[in-house]
């Protein structure tokens, strides 16, 4: 059963699975997909060709599916949003469609906690188990892996790639790729230790401790970190410090360090 207010708009040709609720006011365009027990709450907007997973809720004057802020997008691109099973869309929250650029799609993983007023742009790339704090804003194309956090107040720039279970602090402003399971801070950002707090949540002390090792290879030396990575690359058999090393020798925007290191 499905329980959709008398005030809510439904098009015709939305397809809304059992215990899906809308609530009063609400907005769901005919070519929105809804799972099992999505909650679309009062005022809530779902616009364009955009699918939400299971036990996903939708909060109040939260916007998801619009077209991008794109001077270049025409409106005639096959485009739109994916977010996966269990996320949590607070409060005028923006989530915009894709564009020709990417492969039209805007993705977001399953978990994801995106707190009141954050905005995420058109080609965005966000992983599992996020969470972007109140009013952070991600530009198009970013790249956020699993388990990152981004605090509130915090700006990232456009192609920035945000590796697995990093934390940007809040009020923080990134333009560059912050490595896997590092934490930076700062405006501009840069990286100033490992993500202890996350990376103790999700590993056994070993695997921490592994992780430490390489951050203190890769960071700690006196030379290049890029020459850093690639040693380390060809000498570790653990799969996580090869996904630092990797991120390193593949960033397009350049990793930000302190000032005076390189």
């Given at each position: 059963?499905?329980?959709?207010?008398?005030?809510?708009?439904?098009?015709?040709?939305?397809?809304?699975?059992?215990?899906?609720?809308?609530?009063?006011?609400?907005?769901?365009s005919r070519d929105a997909v809804l799972g099992e027990n999505v909650i679309v709450k009062q005022g809530a907007r779902i616009l364009g060709?955009?699918?939400?997973?299971?036990?996903?809720?939708?909060?109040?004057?939260?916007?998801?599916?619009?077209?991008?802020?794109?001077?270049?997008?025409?409106?005639?691109?096959?485009?739109?949003?994916?977010?996966?099973?269990?996320?949590?869309?607070?409060?005028?929250?923006?989530?915009?469609?894709?564009?020709?650029?990417?492969?039209?799609?805007?993705?977001?993983?399953?978990?994801?906690?995106?707190?009141?007023?954050?905005?995420?742009?058109?080609?965005?790339?966000?992983?599992?188990?996020?969470?972007?704090?109140?009013?952070?804003?991600?530009?198009?194309?970013?790249?956020?892996?699993?388990?990152?956090?981004?605090?509130?107040?915090?700006?990232?720039?456009?192609?920035?790639?945000?590796?697995?279970?990093?934390?940007?602090?809040?009020?923080?402003?990134?333009?560059?790729?912050?490595?896997?399971?590092?934490?930076?801070?700062?405006?501009?950002?840069?990286?100033?230790?490992?993500?202890?707090?996350?990376?103790?949540?999700?590993?056994?002390?070993?695997?921490?401790?592994?992780?430490?090792?390489?951050?203190?290879?890769?960071?700690?030396?006196?030379?290049?970190?890029?020459?850093?990575?690639?040693?380390?690359?060809?000498?570790?058999?653990?799969?996580?410090?090869?996904?630092?090393?990797?991120?390193?020798?593949?960033?397009?925007?350049?990793?930000?360090?302190?000032?005076?290191?390189?």
């Amino acid at each position: 059963m499905k329980n959709i207010h008398k005030t809510a708009v439904v098009e015709d040709g939305a397809i809304i699975a059992d215990g899906a609720v809308i609530e009063a006011y609400a907005y769901v365009s005919r070519d929105a997909v809804l799972g099992e027990n999505v909650i679309v709450k009062q005022g809530a907007r779902i616009l364009g060709k955009t699918q939400i997973g299971d036990n996903s809720r939708i909060f109040s004057y939260a916007i998801v599916g619009d077209i991008p802020q794109d001077i270049s997008y025409t409106g005639e691109e096959d485009t739109g949003v994916v977010i996966g099973k269990n996320a949590t869309i607070r409060e005028f929250c923006t989530i915009n469609s894709g564009t020709h650029k990417g492969d039209g799609l805007t993705r977001i993983g399953d978990n994801a906690f995106i707190m009141a007023y954050c905005h995420i742009a058109h080609d965005c790339r966000v992983g599992s188990n996020v969470i972007l704090a109140n009013n952070a804003t991600l530009a198009g194309h970013v790249e956020m892996g699993d388990y990152a956090v981004v605090g509130g107040l915090t700006p990232v720039h456009q192609f920035v790639k945000i590796g697995e279970s990093c934390m940007i602090a809040g009020a923080s402003a990134l333009s560059q790729d912050v490595v896997p399971f590092c934490l930076a801070e700062g405006n501009r950002a840069y990286i100033r230790s490992l993500n202890l707090v996350g990376i103790r949540r999700r590993f056994e002390k070993a695997e921490v401790e592994e992780l430490v090792s390489a951050y203190k290879f890769l960071f700690n030396k006196g030379f290049g970190l890029k020459d850093q990575a690639a040693i380390l690359l060809d000498k570790t058999e653990n799969e996580n410090v090869k996904k630092m090393c990797n991120f390193i020798l593949n960033t397009n925007r350049g990793i930000p360090l302190a000032k005076g290191r390189n």
